[in-house]
């Protein structure tokens, strides 16, 4: 069947009644109790998928980027309509917002392919809420234009500037080491977020934002815009245009998100990944996204790119800017440039060129990169890429550390086993004076991985324990297989995998034991012969699921999510053959 004979607009995918005729009139009749006119109804429709929510402060503004994505659509001809999904505010949602990141991921993949449309702008932000919007578009049979709501703003205080979460963090060590009062992390607790928009430094979100760039889903130089700024604004009535266009093409100009998430994209936003020093989540949720496509993520492979490309990026938490110094040194764009003798040029984007070509356009517009905050590729901030994955007799299949913000005088490190057998144990003991811990001790956690209760919480950031931070200690070696949020910082191993609730090694972990860790080699070993394993292994085997997920999402979670390296996600939503 040619383009011109395929059912458009409000005739795609109608409701089965057994009269395609009745279903289509019954349709229109519908749609008309909304108010449009015939005219309206017979344009090209356009979905704008929303993930705004009383929960998400970062989405606070969704309510106009909708109105600007639409007006875009109505300038180019089309007839938008709106329609919400599952929102995931990151701080709002128990156990974890990961546990809802797969089932987020399903409403929008169902729901761009259940409602008649011809292409879909897809706005989203916050943490998970991107990588689910990435993985439910994937397979779309429509074009798809991603949005973002873009990062807060910091906001000053004494002198200096707070912008979560880094800060938050920062400050609440801080006062976990008795270094500022009650009403000192009061004052904070009211500074540290003060706009709309997802965290202001290179956090999930903006990672995450950075990837959709990098692989082509975003429109070029969209991914830093301030949340509050009016390029915010021109950006989403941009994509609406853009979707309107991708709606009309005929043949190879009719992108689907299939076209652009290639290999090679994938590789690119690895780089660039590594380049920015951004999440150690983002390993995770690529691998997600591009699994669903069938497209492999190997953390050899990740080792091999991080040892090729170089951080350029000065941002927290790895360096000292915020987004918004980012946006103002000239964005993801900045980067890619620097990047360009690394990447697949060839890649086509949802604009319509390739990388190359947009790379080469910005260099003949003389785009503005600032040096101070996006380095230059032969001086740039760290020689190594942010991330490493280390393997080893502690993790078989991979686990990751994010050395950018790490602390290099730990990176070969052989200590001494601290276990907390789950985070009740962790939040029981960490503080206690009793806690038999020196400061060259390894913190380890266990049953915090994907099929644990607590669900792949951002645990992986053990607390310095309250004696040791009293005394002044900043880092330690910690390890579990949990996930640590892209604003946190310090010597910390997650991602074990296999992780301990799945049988993994590290659940055979006792006070102790020694444990080697070694950046050099990409090694974490650890050093308790196999028949003693084998005696820990029989007397204690791995937790099994809680009885509150015998129902519901959470029984199909638990029978369903894969560990790290299969990217958190479900057996049945990856690629089939
Ligand atoms: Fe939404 Fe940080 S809480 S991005």
Known sequence: MSDEIKPRGLARGLTNYGDNAFSLYLRRSMASSMGYSKDMLNKPVIGICSSGSGYNNCHRLMPELV?????????????????????????????????????????????????????????????????????????????????????????????????????????????????????????????????????????????????????????????????????????????????????????????????????????????????????????????????????????????????????????????????????????????????????????????????????????EENLWCDPEVVKPLTAPYQDKGGLVALFGSLAPRGAILKRSAADPKLFETEGRAVVFRDLADLAARIDSDDLDVKPDDVLVLQNAGPKSPAAMPEAGYLPIPKKLARAGLKDMLRISDARMSGTAFGTIVLHVTPEAADGGPLGLVRDGDRIRVSVENRTIELLVDQAELDKRRAASPPTAAQPEFKRGYRKIYMDHVLQADGGVDFDFLRAVD
């Not at 706005?123 to 809420?129: E, P, Q, R, S, V």
């Not at 800060?167 to 801080?174: H, P």
């Not at 090729?308 to 915020?322: A, R, S």
């Not at 949802?350 to 080469?360: F, H, K, N």
């Open 67 to 363: 109105e600007a994505a639409k007006r875009g659509v109505l300038a180019a001809g089309g007839l938008p309509i709106d329609f919400p999904t599952i929102s995931l505010g990151e701080v709002f949602l128990s156990p974890t917002s990961m546990m809802y990141r797969n089932l987020m991921s399903m409403d929008v993949e169902e729901m761009i392919r259940a409602q008649p449309m011809d292409a879909v702008v897809v706005i989203g932000g916050c943490d998970k809420t991107m990588p689910a919007q990435l993985m439910g578009a994937a397979n779309a049979e429509v074009p798809v234009v991603h949005c973002v709501v873009g990062p807060m703003m910091t906001s000053p205080y004494n002198g200096d500037r707070l912008g979560a979460c880094t800060d938050c963090r920062r400050f609440w060590g801080k006062y976990r080491a008795g270094e500022i009062d009650e009403a000192g992390i009061n004052r904070v607790e009211t500074g540290l977020a003060t706009t709309a928009g997802t965290c202001a430094v290179m956090g999930t979100a903006s990672t995450m934002a950075a990837i959709a760039e990098t692989l082509g889903m975003l429109l070029p130089g969209t991914a830093t815009i301030p949340a509050i700024h009016a390029d915010r604004i021109r950006a989403a009535e941009a994509s609406g245009v853009r979707a309107m266009e991708l709606a009309l093409a005929n043949g190879s100009d009719k992108l689907l998100p299939r076209d652009i998430i290639t290999k090679e994209s994938v590789e690119n936003a690895l780089r660039v990944l590594l380049a920015i020093g951004g999440s150690t989540n983002a390993i995770v949720h690529l691998t997600a996204v591009a699994g669903r496509l069938g497209i492999p993520v190997p953390l050899d492979r990740l080792n091999v790119l991080s040892d090729e490309t170089p951080v350029i990026v000065d941002l927290k938490p790895t360096g000292q800017h915020y987004m918004e110094d980012l946006f103002a040194a000239g964005g993801i764009g900045a980067v890619l440039k620097e990047l360009r003798p690394l990447l697949n040029l060839d890649c086509m984007t949802v604009a319509g060129e390739t990388l190359g070509q947009r790379l080469d356009r910005e260099l």
